[in-house]
Nanobody, 113 residues
Framework: QVQLVESGGGLVQAGGSLRLSCVGS????????MAWHRQAPGKQRELVAA???????NYADSVKGRFTISRDNAKNTVSLQMNNLKPEDTAVYYC???????WGQGTQVTVSS
């Protein structure tokens, strides 16, 4: 049904950390550019972090220095390590493969103050 499946979301206190993972079911993550997006209630979906097929990364200014995107090719996953979480990070986070335009179903991240 889906090519990407996210996990790792949850409820954390501000200042805490979460690690999101996205598993490729029918896609090889290592040969694709990958990205994480998020969408808060009532807001448009926004790009959070991206990694090119050769490992170059970029981040939204709002998360720079706090979030890290990475691949684990052996596990066919792309992860988003989120540190020093803020309430404004609360959103549904989606894994995206821009090349084939595949999206995961999303995982909820809620940060309380």
């Amino acid at each position: 049904q889906v090519q990407l499946v996210e996990s790792g979301g949850g409820l954390v206190q501000a200042g805490g950390s979460l690690r999101l993972s996205c598993v490729g079911s029918r896609i090889t993550i290592s040969i694709n550019a990958m990205a994480w997006h998020r969408q808060a209630p009532g807001k448009q979906r926004e790009l959070v972090a991206a990694i090119s097929r050769n490992g170059y990364t970029n981040y939204a200014d709002s998360v720079k220095g706090r979030f890290t995107i990475s691949r684990d090719n052996a596990k066919n996953t792309v992860s988003l390590q989120m540190n020093n979480l803020k309430p404004e990070d609360t959103a549904v986070y989606y894994c995206h493969a821009p090349g084939p335009d595949f999206w995961g179903q999303g995982t909820q991240v809620t940060v309380s103050s």
